[in-house]
């Protein structure tokens, strides 16, 4: 055995980076080899800050070294096992260096389990340089080492690295596990990219690994960081063993999104499967219960949380959440109590009694607890301590407190370590009407927010500095996007305009205020005048909401206003909700409000029947809509265009010319546009040229929404010359009309000429802008008459050159196009490369493309996609046996169609028409 033998060794990687070791080797019997190891001592050079794989000079050189006896080659691994499993516990920033020479020296550094330990531990003691050299040096990798040098960015901060280095592991086809999907997702939310979340979620569930709960829970947190708590329930649901953690991870973000009342149905029906709550369950509950001021039910709460053992000692969180509860529901006494039998109080405890008493209007006593509670040893206030106590003094008017506050953060240095402290402090002195020292605040603050300037403005407004606030505001705008703006900026200069000299600038506001378009304002505004609002602060949220598109909202609004039972509804109020209802498709909510309209008002008025006809029309009941249109005892021409057009988008031709012939009005331009489509649809050119003939007459055709419908229609019965005409002699033309021409061309296989009218259109001269229809349009040509490669450009630029954000007829194009060349493989590494779940229309490309190529093995795969997704839809299970019966399959495709007459599915059944022109 050598005892204190010298070693010098040079080890080069790359060039870059040299380690010169020189040592006696470790003096440490190692009893079952009589190994006696002495301390290293080394010295390292280190030239780079990243390390480059070792090239295979390196190797050779192991290569070379003398053969070592296996039983001293064993003993030698066994301790290099043992020194790391002791270091894994222990960590010195020197250590791993010393441990990864020695396993190059034995040459066990390409044993996985020991590589993936060392990288552990470079990664726990900081040296990520290290770690990365280390990785590199591998030659195999098995999905461990992966997880561990993903572990080391993660917990260096190096989350972006950490996200591609799992992309990398991916794209390159590595196994992976439930660990990786893991360290993945807690990047993801690192980086608050919760978006990428179904990317993780599909992997998961692709690979079966949606099993393990710890990533599931991990997935909740992580939808539900990105206020999709809708999937982060699904994957609650749909999981097979839930933990206490699983519990606990949907209970509190529901509670964090504004649901408390979810986190109490969940914790019911935790409590109904069997599962013991813990103190992460009772804080979430018992807060959903001072959310909902539901004290009695905080009361039984607290009283199961006595009978779990829960001691308050033990488990202070328990206890500071019964004591904002009490204190929420106005039992403030109770919250002394509990705060008082509180033997191991923290600074949360103390804040919590602190608030409850100032927001039940017991300033004394608030101040009797801030006193108090600097005289306990090991607790001093905090910033929520001094946020809470500021606001007490300014809604008080404590000027004197104030100040001595202000001095006290002034000492502690809480200003220059947040923002909300000095905020605070700037809108105390305000309400104290010490504009002149909260204005000396404001302007020597160099760190502000929008917060910041409107406490300063409110300051102004409330002390009569009219103008100061108003050159202030002018500021804001300026420093501010309208979008940054907040409710409270202009509810904060409102009060400076109320005199007549302020009405220019009052308008402004308004205007400034209709900018924003923020819906969140505006139900706070109409919470805020609680007592007073009216009929018409109800209407003008949800008729405003459903003019502007934010059906959804305007719907909930007259659902809030019903559930309040004060105000009773009108006919403004049932026209933006059953506008509402039509474009959100909602037959049965539209069917509900029409009852509704004919039980409240005496007569339905023309304006609400046009509206209940275009809902009826979005919503595919044409026969409702006809019915509609027959109660009207005189309806005017708007009334005529909704049901013409409710019955064009249906696709009922022929009824809207047999409803022409009895207009006894003069029709207009969205009466042609109407009939145009109707005749579109039918493929009938008599019809359309009958409708094109009377426009003329009556000089509609300069119209660019008449004269886009007109090239439609030409183009789309095979008369593209005609409809080139139209286009060409039109004046103004549309975006519409662009767009149906660029269709036209591609519909006739004529790609090249719709690229260059793409050209034409976008290079400036035209004034229009290409939109989201312009590219779908295009790609399509360009699927139809084979030019790849540019249609694959067309869509790589649409985003980055055009800003139009690609969706999913976008995708349907590109697939349709790649499985038309039969390049099946590449739609399929599209679709998954995409890094997000796709609808059904783009699987079904590429069903229809397996289809014409006759893969069976690709089309079944994709198939079972789409039978998961809509597993009535009749058409997927025909595509595939279609498949089946040109390859000869007869025992699948008899299989399939079985599922489909077994399961009673049925497939839309198509039809042609025939233009039959009699002379």
């Not at 039992?331 to 705060?339: K, L, N, S, Y």
């Not at 044409?622 to 021409?637: H, Q, R």
């Not at 593209?720 to 269709?743: D, P």
């Not at 067309?794 to 980055?800: A, G, S, T």
Request: one cysteine or more; aromatic letters at 8%; charged letters at 20%.
């Amino acid at each position: 055995m050598v005892k204190n033998s010298k070693i010098n060794l040079r080890i080069y990687c790359s060039g870059h980076v040299i380690y010169s070791l020189r040592h006696s080797i470790f003096r440490r019997e190692y009893r079952s080899s009589n190994f006696h190891f002495s301390k290293i001592k080394h010295e390292r050079h280190f030239t780079s800050s990243v390390l480059s794989p070792v090239t295979p000079s390196v190797y050779n050189l192991f290569d070379e070294m003398p053969k070592r006896d296996n039983r001293t080659v064993e003993a030698s691994f066994m301790f290099l096992r043992d020194v790391l499993r002791s270091f894994m516990m222990r960590i010195e920033t020197e250590t791993p260096r010393s441990i990864h020479c020695f396993a190059l020296k034995c040459g066990f550094l390409q044993d996985l389990a020991t590589s993936s330990k060392l990288l552990t531990i470079y990664g726990r003691t900081g040296d990520l340089v290290s770690s990365l050299g280390l990785f590199g040096e591998l030659k195999e990798k098995d999905v461990i080492v992966w997880n561990s040098m993903i572990t080391c960015l993660n917990q260096n901060g190096r989350y972006i690295a950490a996200v591609g280095l799992f992309v990398e592991m991916i794209h390159k086809g590595n196994e992976f596990d439930s660990t990786t999907l893991l360290l993945a997702v807690s990047a993801l939310s690192s980086l608050h990219l919760s978006k990428k979340c179904p990317m993780v979620h599909c992997l998961a569930i692709e690979t079966g690994l949606v099993s393990d709960s710890s990533l599931c829970n991990a997935l909740m947190n992580l939808y539900a960081k990105g206020e999709d708590l809708s999937s982060a329930e699904c994957v609650f649901t749909h999981m097979e063993h839930r933990d206490i953690v699983s519990w606990n991870t949907i209970m509190t973000k529901c509670l964090a999104n504004g649901y408390p009342r979810n986190s109490l149905i969940y914790f019911k029906s935790m409590i109904g499967s069997g599962q013991e709550a813990d103190n992460v369950t009772f804080s979430c509950v018992i807060s959903a219960c001072s959310c909902l001021e539901e004290l009695p039910l905080g009361e039984s709460l607290h009283g199961l949380v006595i009978k779990s053992g829960y001691s308050p000692e033990a488990h202070v969180s328990v206890a500071n959440s019964i004591i904002s509860m009490y204190s929420k529901c106005g039992d403030i006494e109770a919250a002394e109590t509990v705060f008082e039998e509180l033997l191991c109080k923290d600074v949360i405890s103390w804040n919590a009694i602190l608030n409850g008493l100032s927001a039940n209007g017991m300033f004394e006593e608030a101040f009797g607890i801030l006193k108090e509670m600097q005289s306990v040893d090991k607790i001093q206030p905090d910033i929520s301590t001094v946020v809470s106590i500021t606001s007490i003094c300014g809604d008080f008017c404590l000027s004197r407190e104030g100040r001595a506050i202000h001095g006290y953060t002034v000492r502690r240095e809480m200003q220059s370590r947040a923002l909300e402290v000095i905020n605070s402090v700037i809108d105390m002195y305000g309400k104290c009407g010490l504009t002149t020292q909260a204005e000396f605040l404001f302007k020597t603050t160099t760190h502000r927010d929008l917060v910041s300037w409107n406490s300063m403005i409110s300051a102004f407004a409330q002390n009569g500095f009219t103008q100061e606030a108003k050159n202030l505001f002018r500021e804001v705008v300026s420093e501010y996007t309208c979008s940054k703006f907040s409710l409270s900026t202009v509810l904060a200069i409102l009060t400076s305009c109320d005199s007549s000299d302020s009405l220019i600038f009052g308008k402004s506001v308004h205007c400034w205020l209709q900018k924003l378009g923020d819906l969140t304002s505006a139900f706070l505004l109409l919470e805020m005048i609680f007592e007073t609002r009216d009929l018409t602060s109800w209407n003008s949220v949800i008729y405003g909401c459903a003019s502007s598109g934010h059906h959804l909202e305007s719907l909930r609004a007259f659902q809030a206003m019903s559930r309040e039972g004060k105000i009773r509804h009108d006919l403004i109020t049932l026209l933006g909700t059953i506008s509402a209802s039509g474009n959100l498709r909602l037959v049965l909510q539209g069917r509900c409000l029409h009852g509704l309209a004919i039980k409240s008002l005496r007569e339905l008025d023309t304006q609400l029947q046009n509206t209940l006809i275009t809902m009826y029309g979005r919503c595919k009941d044409t026969e409702s809509a006809v019915k509609v249109f027959g109660l009207i005892s005189d309806p005017n021409l708007c009334s005529w265009n909704c049901v013409i057009s409710a019955l064009s988008q249906n696709k009922a031709g022929r009824e809207v010319f047999q409803l022409f012939r009895n207009l006894k009005l003069e029709p207009n331009e969205i009466t042609f546009v109407g009939l145009l489509s109707a005749s579109t649809q039918l493929g009938s050119t008599s019809y359309g040229m009958q409708a094109h003939c009377h426009l003329i007459r009556r000089g509609f055709q300069a119209n660019p929404f008449v004269s886009a419908a007109l090239v439609d229609m030409y183009s789309s019965c095979g008369m593209l010359e005609t409809g080139m005409k139209v286009f060409r002699n039109s004046g103004v033309k549309s975006i519409s009309a662009w767009n149906s021409v660029i269709s036209a061309y591609g519909f006739h296989g004529m790609g090249e000429k719709a690229m260059e009218l793409f050209k034409e259109m976008s290079s400036g001269n035209s004034g229009m802008e290409p939109n989201k229809s312009t590219f779908i349009s295009l790609l399509s040509a360009c699927s139809h008459s084979g030019f790849i490669n540019e249609g694959l450009r067309y869509y790589n630029q649409m985003e980055e050159k055009f800003g139009v954000k690609p969706v999913t007829e976008h995708r349907v194009c590109i697939v349709d196009m790649l499985g038309r060349a039969g390049k099946l493989k590449e739609a399929y590494e599209f679709i998954i490369g995409i890094g997000e779940p796709q609808k059904a229309g783009v699987w079904g490309a590429l069903l229809s493309a397996c289809n014409y190529h006759g893969d069976t093995k690709l089309g079944t795969e994709v198939a079972e996609v789409l039978f998961e997704m809509e597993p009535d839809n009749a058409s997927y299970y025909i595509s595939l046996a279609n498949t089946y019966v040109g390859l000869g399959g007869w025992d699948e495709a008899v299989r399939l169609r079985k599922i489909v007459e077994d399961n009673a599915l049925k497939k839309l059944p198509g039809y042609s028409v025939i233009d039959v022109s009699v002379g």
